[in-house]
């Protein structure tokens, strides 16, 4: 429909550190994880990127607006959960150690919060307020938003309405390096706003993928 809003999320590529927890922790994108996302936006179309602040997704998106002489968005509300005490420590570590509570807050992430880090309710909180405001200042347009696993999983679990009780959104989705996710949204005469998943690409599955997971 005219009036619908196309939203594509790409998430970053391989960055340094990858056996460690990122939330705001901020290292950049290696070689590999370059490439991944040029590999996956290849054969994107999209009329404005909007992105995370961090370096591993405002870089790309930088060199993609460029490359595509088209408006860049950095925005907050994209950005990785803030991990709190756990930002940047090895997650073997944290699985390891139960006095950190990680185990917890993985089978319950709704029901734990990271120790003076961000709340799960909070991030659906901000990510749904901007899906909303984007469809309506973006009616007709295709958006490409640079983002985080997080961030892409809890933007799944809304597309899907999912139980608050569990964690289906972290155990049950597979969300690779530069793994897409498509949907859309459709504001009706009554301004009710309708979302629609459209798809979840992994690079992996891509029969025509060159590069690695």
């Not at 594509?8 to 996302?37: D, F, I, V, Y």
């Not at 950190?100 to 003076?116: D, E, S, V």
């Not at 309710?121 to 749904?128: F, G, H, W």
């Not at 964690?167 to 897409?180: C, D, F, K, M, T």
């Amino acid at each position: 429909m005219m009036n619908d809003t196309q939203f594509t999320l790409l998430r970053h590529g391989l960055p340094e550190q990858s056996g460690c927890l990122l939330g705001r922790t901020n290292p950049p994108l290696t070689a590999k994880g370059w490439q991944q996302m040029a590999h996956s936006s290849a054969s994107l179309k999209f009329d404005v990127i909007i992105s995370s602040p961090l370096i591993r997704c405002q870089v790309y998106a930088q060199h993609l607006a460029h490359l595509s002489d088209c408006e860049l968005i950095i925005d907050d509300a994209w950005q990785e959960l803030d991990f709190g005490h756990w930002d940047g420590n090895s997650i073997a570590n944290l699985w390891d150690d139960p006095l950190q509570g990680y185990g917890k807050y993985w089978h319950a992430p709704f029901l734990h919060t990271p120790p003076n880090g961000e709340s799960t309710s909070d991030l659906l909180r901000r990510i749904t307020i901007s899906i909303e405001c984007l469809s309506h200042d973006y009616r007709g347009k295709r958006l490409l938003i640079v983002s985080h696993s997080g961030v892409m999983r809890m933007a799944l679990a809304w597309l899907l309405n999912s139980n608050q009780d569990g964690n289906p959104h972290l155990s049950r989705v597979q969300l690779e390096h530069a793994a897409l996710l498509h949907f859309n949204t459709y504001i009706d005469d009554e301004d009710t706003l309708w979302p629609q998943l459209q798809g979840l690409i992994n690079p992996s599955v891509c029969l025509n993928s060159q590069v690695d997971k």
